[in-house]
């Protein structure tokens, strides 16, 4: 699929009264990815440049009138447009510009599917700031270079933002902040790598593993004491007991005479009993 991603800057915000295109750019997706052709036109308004307007996008009079007029120069843009889908941040505001400058040069208005992304911010973010820088920095897209609203880096930056809002650019690439100036140049927009910064990096905690801590032994606690279990299989005998046990040799002596009493009163002795003799008999 064929998009254009598209912006105009104009002498005002009314074509119906008398304001006029100054500026077209665009730059060429296609399947959501740039492909690094691009257009831009200047174009002599055939009038005065009002101040307000050339606070915003720094073009006048004195150099837009070197330029060919909208009527010379609208074979061009539609042959770079063709019929691919238009994606325009405020579209009704550059789409009645542009199809009124159609229509004054005689040729038939613009019949393309078009996106706005500004409608598109507002379903995302209901109540939030949708305009351009806002969603560049939401994004954390680099618009450090926009100083005037030029209607080229507005289209490559409007491009990221447009990917973001369709779910999010390939991770780690933006669009080049020095794209050419016109269709098919080298070095037109194209995707270059973004730095990792620690506040995009995805930082990764790992657990420090707990220690378990030793049991004390008192006359309620099961039959292990220390690292020695009282009473257990001879393996466990020779194990070196804590500062605070008592020696193999002493617990073999605790268990034989536990034994003795037991077999004294025809009884079989058991772990348990062997354990609590020791633990009764011996200070641990």
Request: net charge positive.
């Amino acid at each position: 699929m064929r998009e254009i991603v598209l912006d105009t800057e104009t002498t005002g915000l009314d074509p119906q009264a008398g304001h006029r295109i100054v500026e077209i750019a665009g730059v060429e997706l296609v399947n959501h990815v740039a492909t690094g052709r691009t257009q831009q036109l200047y174009i002599n308004p055939e009038r005065q440049v009002p101040e307000d307007a050339f606070r915003v996008h720094g073009l006048g009079l004195d150099y837009l009138s070197k330029f060919p007029t909208f009527r010379e120069r609208a074979q061009e843009f539609l042959a770079f447009v063709q019929d691919a889908r238009l994606v325009i941040h405020n579209a009704k505001f550059d789409l009645g510009f542009l199809n009124a400058e159609l229509e004054w040069a005689g040729l038939a208005r613009l019949t393309n599917d078009s996106v706005d992304t500004v409608e598109m911010a507002r379903r995302r973010f209901p109540g939030a700031q949708v305009n351009l820088d806002a969603l560049c920095k939401r994004f954390e897209i680099d618009n450090s270079a926009r100083d005037f609203h030029g209607a080229l880096l507005d289209c490559q930056l409007l491009a990221e933002v447009y990917l973001e809002l369709r779910g999010g650019r390939q991770p780690g690439l933006e669009l080049a902040k020095d794209a050419g100036r016109g269709a098919g140049e080298a070095g037109g927009p194209q995707f270059v790598k973004r730095e990792r910064t620690p506040a995009n990096r995805a930082r990764t905690v790992r657990a420090r593993p707990r220690s378990r801590p030793t049991r004390p032994c008192s006359p309620n606690s099961p039959t292990r004491c220390g690292s020695i279990r009282v009473g257990s299989s001879p393996r466990h005998q020779d194990t070196k007991l804590g500062s605070e046990g008592f020696s193999p040799q002493r617990a073999q002596r605790s268990q034989r005479r536990g034994i003795a009493r037991v077999s004294k009163a025809g009884l079989t002795p058991t772990k348990g009993f062997l354990a609590r003799f020791a633990r009764e008999n011996f200070s641990l």
